[in-house]
């Protein structure tokens, strides 16, 4: 069983998924966009849909463009592993220090006004694509980790990139009502980023040990 092909791609799949779904459940606007929505009960399944296949579209952008590169220099490949495993232990450490001083996701407060879709989508856009750091976590970093995926990997690791995303915009949209006093409250957040900086550090010790394995051979 070991040896099927299916079992040798769920590498990529873990790396896809626990890469996306730590670097998404940060705080930030997006998301307590996506809460606000969900908390009014007002267009949740087309925002989340937005949401989860905007971040999809990106990553295999990214993949798609880091992996042209790649094939064309192969020789940047340890570079670029060396380089977000650098990103991904800044990152970890960023986490842990949040950690230590958490705060909390707010949304704004409904005021029982139904907004019409047109101008929630164009939130909702504004939110995901006018974001500078959604192109360096997706496109960037998260692109040039699946691009070194081999084979059939690079599309497994976009599966399991885009199953992160549409399962946290999902959980936050649908369940706003119940997650939004537990993460009303800053030890919530302590817990939820102290496990993200766990994951990032493992993943980040993980690329740094494959980068020097490629450059010592």
């Not at 990032?200 to 494959?210: C, I, K, N, S």
């Amino acid at each position: 069983m070991n040896g099927s092909p299916l079992f040798s791609l769920f590498p990529s799949f873990a790396t896809g998924f626990g890469l996306s779904l730590g670097l998404i459940v940060a705080i930030g606007a997006q998301n307590a966009f996506v809460l606000r929505q969900g908390l009014r009960g007002e267009h949740v399944l087309p925002v989340v849909l937005f949401c989860a296949l905007a971040d999809a579209m990106l990553v295999a952008l990214g993949v798609v463009g880091m992996g042209g590169v790649l094939d064309r220099m192969p020789g940047l490949a340890p570079a670029l592993t060396l380089g977000g495993a650098a990103f991904l232990l800044a990152y970890a450490a960023m986490a842990w220090r949040r950690a230590l001083r958490p705060g909390k996701l707010q949304a704004a407060a409904t005021s029982g006004v139904r907004s019409p879709l047109p101008r929630v989508m164009a939130q909702t856009a504004a939110f995901t694509l006018l974001n500078p750091h959604v192109y360096l976590d997706t496109v960037l970093l998260v692109g040039a980790v699946g691009a070194q995926q081999a084979g059939m990997g690079r599309a497994v690791f976009v599966a399991g990139s885009a199953l992160a995303s549409a399962g946290w915009f999902a959980a936050l949209g649908s369940g706003a009502r119940l997650l939004a006093p537990l993460f009303a409250r800053p030890q919530a957040w302590r817990w939820l980023d102290a496990l993200v900086g766990t994951v990032m550090l493992l993943l980040g010790t993980v690329l740094a040990a494959q980068a020097l394995s490629a450059i010592t051979h």
